[in-house]
């Protein structure tokens, strides 16, 4: 059982920043155990004891996962000095909870980012050895052909020499086409097409495993994930082709 201070585990619950906590704490707001503590840096088991702040209980949750919607023209990184961040896009008690983006998106790119602050899941989701899917919707300036379809499917070769996975390219007319990778080198679906001659207008990620974009949250938009959320961006065949 790892002991945890208490404004720590409260901090990372979202509730407060930790020195607006220690006043909370001070000021006899907090319980554990259904017993007021007053002192900020008291060890407790943060996963095995109940907490209630004003007499609300709060449930410990460690880690925190999210989708967002990513607009183009934000940066998919924690913090920069000059340029908007997703990060920036989040209210204060969610920018407290240390989230990173899961991999990036360009800052033209579109789409579903995933923000958690679980490691391990983070590294599950680019590893290429988890075989999780990601499915981007491109527009390009050409039109793709079967050739090029079966071209993806060999596994194309770059401008650079570097062998990509077989991946997926389903033509959808008009200049639009669903791209479907398993790794996520640098610029990678912008790089796959321009290696076929259809250089790329326009990137969205419609999906992440079998984890859909949620339409409805609009740019920059974002909601909580849930167990079942979960499951599926970790269901690495969710998605065919
Ligand atoms: N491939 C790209 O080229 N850009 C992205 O943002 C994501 C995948």
């Not at 020195?19 to 707001?29: A, D, K, M, N």
């Not at 796959?192 to 974009?213: D, H, N, Y």
């Amino acid at each position: 059982m790892a002991l945890k201070r208490l404004d720590k585990v409260l901090s990372e619950l979202g509730v407060a920043s930790r020195s607006e906590l220690r006043g909370i704490i001070r000021g006899g707001r907090v319980t554990v155990d259904g017993v007021v503590v007053t002192e900020p840096e008291r060890r407790i088991d943060a996963e095995g004891s109940s907490l209630c702040l004003d007499g609300k209980a709060l449930r410990y949750r460690r880690y925190r996962y999210f989708m967002m919607d990513k607009p183009a023209g934000v940066l998919s990184v924690t913090e920069d000095r000059r340029q908007k961040t997703v990060l920036d896009l989040l209210p204060d008690e969610l920018r407290r909870l240390e989230l990173f983006p899961v991999g990036r998106l360009d800052k033209d790119t579109s789409g579903l980012l995933l923000l958690t602050n679980d490691g391990d899941f983070a590294h599950r989701v680019i590893s290429p050895k988890s075989g999780i899917k990601k499915q981007y919707l491109a527009t390009v300036d050409g039109e793709p052909d079967e050739q090029d379809v079966r071209a993806f499917a060999a596994g194309l070769v770059l401008g650079d020499g570097t062998q990509c996975l077989p991946a997926g390219l389903e033509v959808l007319g008009q200049g639009r086409c669903l791209v479907t990778v398993m790794e996520g080198k640098y610029h990678q679906v912008k790089r796959m097409l321009a290696a076929v001659g259809k250089p790329v207008l326009t990137l969205r990620r419609l999906s992440v495993g079998g984890l859909v974009l949620d339409e409805t949250l609009g740019p920059g938009g974002y909601r909580a994930l849930d167990e079942g959320d979960l499951c599926k961006v970790l269901s690495a065949s969710a998605i065919g082709k």
